[in-house]
């Protein structure tokens, strides 16, 4: 392991918070993010400090070192693969802006995670957990609006509870959405989602959940809003989709990215162009939006071997 969890709060080194800095300021990175690589680049330095070693003096075989504890620990190959990504940038940066004079991690080979291939939910169990919210309190009517408004976007939790009545155009049922790396995309939703944020909206919805004092700057414009009166959080959001899982009997399934997960998918089966779902998804790359067709052809054997008179030796 790379050091006691009573080290992990230890004061970081001035090369570890100036890398912090640059990723903000120069590379753009989210709140979201930086506390990732914080959490991370604690947890390194505990490890240099064990070893009486810190980001300056640290060689290229003590790193070797770390990626073989790393490994044979009992944490999982993504986790120890964003811890290393974490170190290799840092000294990157402390290279590419000559505070050190090497870098240790250039011959440090990464450390390979599984393809993973998206879970998502049938059209059936969507429907499903759609018409598990049932009621007319403000909190049901909150909850439909945000099933509905994250199935119809496919956008990630933290993009849908971030945001403000001005990112909507009701007229054109448009939504501006802040993706990873503050990127804007313009995303459209369809009628059922449509319908669900007019109830919303209407005095019967958000009105009945506006404190009589704003705890926040900020939360006037939030969209979704808690039992409180504040901006729902990502956790709220998240305690709302198990909760109708749960409802609809599909609790194994669900994850914090499955409406993202089954969106893409479900426009995929019925035909939607690869390059519009990457542009709707807000993904950087074209490979990170094709895992979505492994996921596609998989179901089409799954129906063509279960229908199909001749797919299957009888």
């Not at 899982?245 to 499955?258: F, K, N, Q, Y």
């Not at 162009?273 to 939006?289: F, K, N, Y």
């Amino acid at each position: 392991m790379m050091g006691p969890a009573a080290e992990l709060d230890a004061e970081l080194p001035l090369e570890i918070e100036d890398f912090l800095v640059w990723l903000a300021a120069e590379r753009g990175r989210s709140p979201n993010t930086l506390a990732a690589y914080r959490r991370d680049l604690r947890q390194y330095h505990a490890w240099l400090r064990a070893r009486d070693v810190g980001p300056m003096t640290v060689s290229a075989t003590d790193l070797l070192d770390l990626v073989a504890e790393r490994r044979a620990s009992e944490a999982a190959p993504s986790t120890v693969a964003r811890q290393i990504a974490a170190i290799r940038m840092l000294h990157r940066y402390l290279a590419t802006e000559q505070i050190r004079g090497d870098d240790p991690t250039a011959q440090l080979d990464g450390v390979r995670v599984p393809s993973g291939i998206p879970h998502p939910l049938t059209e059936a169990q969507v429907t499903s957990l759609l018409d598990a919210v049932v009621g007319s309190e403000p909190l049901d009517v909150r909850d439909r609006a945000l099933l509905e408004l994250l199935y119809a976007t496919g956008a990630r939790v933290s993009e849908i509870v971030g945001l403000s009545v001005g990112d909507f155009d009701f007229d054109e049922l448009l939504v501006r959405l802040l993706g990873k790396g503050s990127k804007e995309r313009i995303v459209p939703y369809g009628s059922k989602a449509a319908e669900a944020l007019d109830d919303w909206f209407s005095p019967s919805g958000r009105a009945r959940l506006v404190p009589v004092r704003w705890a926040r700057r900020g939360d006037a414009e939030a969209v979704f809003l808690n039992r409180r009166g504040g901006r729902l959080s990502r956790q709220g959001a998240w305690l709302v989709i198990k909760k109708y899982g749960e409802r609809a009997g599909i609790t194994d399934l669900l994850s914090p990215h499955v409406l993202r997960h089954s969106c893409a998918t479900h426009l995929l089966d019925h035909g939607a162009d690869l390059r519009v779902v990457q542009e709707m998804l807000g993904h950087a790359s074209i490979s990170t939006t094709q895992v979505y067709t492994k996921v596609s052809q998989e179901r089409l054997w799954e129906v063509y071997r279960s229908a199909h008179p001749r797919a299957v030796a009888r």
